[in-house]
């Protein structure tokens, strides 16, 4: 798999929405699970949301109810959709490339499966 790379982060006033992208270059990526991190600063990165290759989602608590993620296998990209943004969701946002296994989205930690990240800012 080629390197994932995000965009659509940018500045947004609390309540407000994004859409973030993220395209993996690469012949499988219709087999893999597709995640979402983010990282603010000065803490650990933690997990988002994830979409199995068949469709199945799963949310942090913090953000369920707020975000959605959907993915287009045609053009091997997978979506985050932020609404209601709050000021703690301000983070770099990393996609990343996995697999789906008992439940829940386990990540590739090598470098090549993880984007630059985008930085989305929730602020007035």
């Known amino acids: 798999q080629g390197q994932p790379v995000e965009s659509g982060g940018g500045l947004v006033q609390p309540g407000g929405s994004l859409r973030l992208s993220c395209v993996a270059p690469g012949s499988i990526f219709s087999t893999k699970s597709m995640g979402w991190y983010r990282q603010p600063a000065g803490k650990p990165r933690e997990f988002v949301a994830a979409?199995?290759?068949?469709?199945?989602?799963d949310f942090a608590d913090s953000v369920k109810g707020r975000f959605t993620i959907a993915r287009d296998n045609a053009k091997n990209t997978v979506y985050l959709q932020l609404n209601s943004l709050k000021p703690e969701d301000t983070a770099v946002y990393y996609c990343?490339?996995?697999?789906?296994?008992?439940?829940?989205?386990?990540?590739?930690?090598?470098?090549?499966?993880w984007g630059k990240g985008t930085l989305v800012t929730v602020s007035s």
């Open positions: 990343n490339i996995g697999l789906w296994m008992r439940g829940g989205h386990y990540p590739h930690y090598g470098t090549e499966y």
């Open positions: 979409i199995s290759s068949g469709g199945t989602t």
